[in-house]
């Protein structure tokens, strides 16, 4: 079964530290993988997205990295700010144009 | 970028009646697009895929009758809720994936949402 398995689920953490976010999706064929931020009332927005051959990208401070041999992705966030408190999800989508599988997302609160 | 508008961004309604809402793609053309529903503290999960032209497809446990979806041209699907009922209350959110020859497979943008509270 196509799952998606996001860590920690909410994290707390103080103005300008760094921060990691944990993802292990067992979707296969894999095609690609994303990561998104959604604001609490508003819908996702995209921050990166990595192809099966790339294992780093990155968008301003959130750097996101891919390992296809063990199925696992993080995203790191660099010189936290407050408005980086949101829930981030990551999303895989399997080969073709299969239905994408979500994670449940990981709640950040960034603390002044 | 791939811009997709979403209205209305919340709505009130009382039980029993029908709630529409739009979901455009400004600057693409979408013959897919797809609406979620989202409970709080949850992630996003899929209702129905939307066909341009076509029935949409929808997923189990989802009522067809229930939640009408209407993908009557490339930049805009419609979903109505029909005699909505405060167990319907909820954040419904829609995305389009760019069908242009230049775009990527499955490359999707989600709208911003909209917020359903029925009383």
């Known amino acids: 079964k196509n799952q998606v398995e996001q860590s920690p689920q909410s994290l707390i953490i103080l103005e300008g530290k760094n921060c990691t976010l944990q993802?292990?999706?067992?979707?296969?064929?894999?095609?690609?993988l994303r990561w998104y931020k959604q604001d609490t009332g508003r819908g996702p927005v995209s921050l990166t997205i990595m192809t099966f051959s790339e294992n780093t990208k990155s968008n301003g401070r959130y750097t996101a990295t891919l390992d296809a041999d063990t199925k696992q992705s993080s995203l790191h966030i660099t010189a936290s700010q407050l408005s980086d408190s949101a829930s981030y999800i990551c999303?895989?989508?399997?080969?073709?144009?299969?239905?994408?599988?979500f994670g449940t997302g990981t709640r950040l609160l960034v603390s002044p | 970028g791939a811009v997709v508008s979403q209205h209305p961004s919340w709505v009130i309604c009382k039980s029993g009646t029908s709630v529409k809402i739009e979901c455009r793609s400004l600057?693409?053309?979408?013959?897919?697009m797809f609406w979620y529903r989202q409970f709080p503290k949850q992630s996003l999960m899929l209702m129905a895929t939307s066909n341009e032209g076509s029935k949409a497809t929808y997923e189990q446990g989802v009522e067809k009758d229930k939640f009408l979806i209407n993908h009557a041209s490339l930049t805009l699907s419609t979903l109505t809720v029909t005699s909505a009922h405060p167990e319907d209350s909820s954040f419904y959110i829609c995305?389009?994936?760019?069908?242009?020859?230049?775009?990527?497979?499955?490359?999707?943008?989600f709208g911003a949402g909209s917020r359903l509270t029925v009383l």
């Open positions: 993802c292990n999706y067992t979707v296969s064929p894999f095609s690609n």
């Open positions: 999303v895989v989508a399997p080969t073709g144009f299969q239905k994408l599988v």
């Open positions: 995305s389009a994936r760019d069908s242009g020859p230049t775009s990527g497979a499955n490359v999707l943008t």
């Open positions: 600057d693409f053309q979408a013959t897919t």
